[in-house]
């Protein structure tokens, strides 16, 4: 155990023949009491001093972990948002490639159609042409031939009988 000051003020020493100055020795004593008494105050106070740096140490070691949790938590938080956007830019071009391929199918589809449909009226267009053209040609060998003759002569005869009349 050490010693306290009071251990230090209580302390007797035996008296020798021709021992030390009892005045010196004391003031000795008393020096090394109020040094000592220091040193203790001194290392009371870095005591607690130690004891608050070590609590505050230890605030700071939970706040770097929560720091450092948060940090992995943030970490983990990015990478997350950064694989959904990702999947979501996937889904997005599929979805656009699929419009696309349904769009140009739609416009070829379309086109052939309008094709098929132009062939078909220029086929229309070539048979009426040919009707008419044999139906014009029908009518002009129709008022060449001989009947026809006859037929504006009895109705031109007609005509004078009907205007005589009247």
Same mark, same amino acid.
């Given at each position: 155990?050490?010693?306290?000051?009071?251990?230090?003020h209580?302390?007797?020493?035996?008296?020798?023949?021709?021992g030390?100055?009892?005045?010196?020795?004391?003031?000795?004593?008393?020096?090394?009491i109020?040094?000592?008494?220091?040193?203790?105050?001194?290392?009371?106070?870095?005591?607690?001093?130690?004891?608050t740096?070590?609590?505050?140490?230890?605030?700071?070691?939970?706040?770097?972990?929560?720091l450092?949790?948060?940090? &992995?938590?943030? /970490?983990?938080?990015?990478?997350?948002? *950064?694989?959904?956007?990702?999947? @979501? #830019? =996937? +889904?997005?071009?599929?979805e656009?490639?699929?419009?696309?391929?349904?769009?140009?199918?739609?416009?070829?589809?379309?086109?052939?159609?309008?094709?098929?449909?132009?062939?078909? &009226?220029?086929? /229309?267009?070539?048979?009426?042409?040919? *009707?008419?053209?044999?139906?014009? @040609? #029908? =009518? +002009?060998?129709?008022?060449?031939?001989?009947?026809?003759?006859?037929m504006?002569?009895?109705?031109?005869?007609?005509?004078?009988?009907?205007?005589?009349?009247?």
């Amino acid at each position: 155990m050490p010693l306290t000051p009071l251990d230090i003020h209580n302390k007797e020493f035996t008296r020798g023949f021709r021992g030390y100055d009892e005045d010196e020795v004391n003031e000795f004593l008393d020096q090394v009491i109020k040094d000592y008494e220091a040193v203790l105050r001194e290392k009371k106070d870095l005591f607690e001093q130690v004891t608050t740096l070590e609590e505050k140490l230890g605030h700071f070691q939970d706040m770097e972990e929560t720091l450092n949790k948060s940090i &992995l938590i943030a /970490q983990e938080t990015a990478e997350e948002v *950064r694989r959904n956007a990702q999947k @979501e #830019a =996937q +889904l997005i071009v599929k979805e656009a490639e699929k419009n696309a391929d349904r769009i140009i199918n739609d416009a070829l589809s379309k086109s052939r159609k309008v094709m098929m449909d132009m062939e078909e &009226l220029k086929k /229309q267009a070539s048979v009426y042409k040919m *009707r008419f053209k044999m139906l014009i @040609e #029908a =009518q +002009l060998e129709m008022l060449q031939t001989e009947d026809w003759k006859e037929m504006t002569a009895t109705v031109d005869d007609e005509e004078e009988e009907t205007s005589y009349t009247e």
